[in-house]
């Protein structure tokens, strides 16, 4: 009796994740396929809309914080008259788990196009599951 008790109340204490989405980090490739989809057509809003709002953007003048300012930043730097001024893709891409709702995502982004030559880096990002979607939470490229 006293055993089926803890029991109960264990179940009550515990946080459920019943009817919830199970996350799933193989996603995240997919996601960022469908950022750069939407930086390639203009679409700067749709690009940053997997970014939690106060997600961190390393930039070599240190971390912008926030959906809106990397937004910001990046059409300052690589948007004119609301276009790209280069075509984005990423390659070479590894999704890592860390833990049950993180995952830490490496890659190589390239630009190119726009009669300029092409530029790439790499990248690290970290990504957070919310309960319903993957967010990217923190943002270095270089």
Do not use: C, K
Request: no cysteine.
């Amino acid at each position: 009796m006293l055993l089926r008790a803890a029991l109960l109340l264990l179940a009550i204490a515990l946080p459920s994740r019943a009817g919830a989405q199970a996350p799933d980090p193989s996603e995240i490739p997919g996601l960022l396929d469908g950022i750069a989809e939407a930086w390639n057509r203009g679409d700067l809003a749709g690009h940053v809309a997997v970014y939690a709002d106060s997600a961190t953007f390393m930039t070599g003048r240190g971390p912008i914080v926030g959906r809106h300012r990397t937004a910001e930043a990046l059409e300052r730097s690589f948007f004119q008259d609301g276009a790209p001024l280069q075509q984005l893709r990423f390659e070479r891409v590894t999704v890592r788990p860390l833990g049950a709702d993180h995952a830490l995502v490496v890659g190589r982004f390239i630009l190119s196009g726009g009669g300029r030559e092409d530029a790439s880096g790499w990248f690290s990002t970290i990504w957070e599951w919310t309960g319903s979607r993957w967010e990217t939470i923190h943002d270095h490229s270089s």
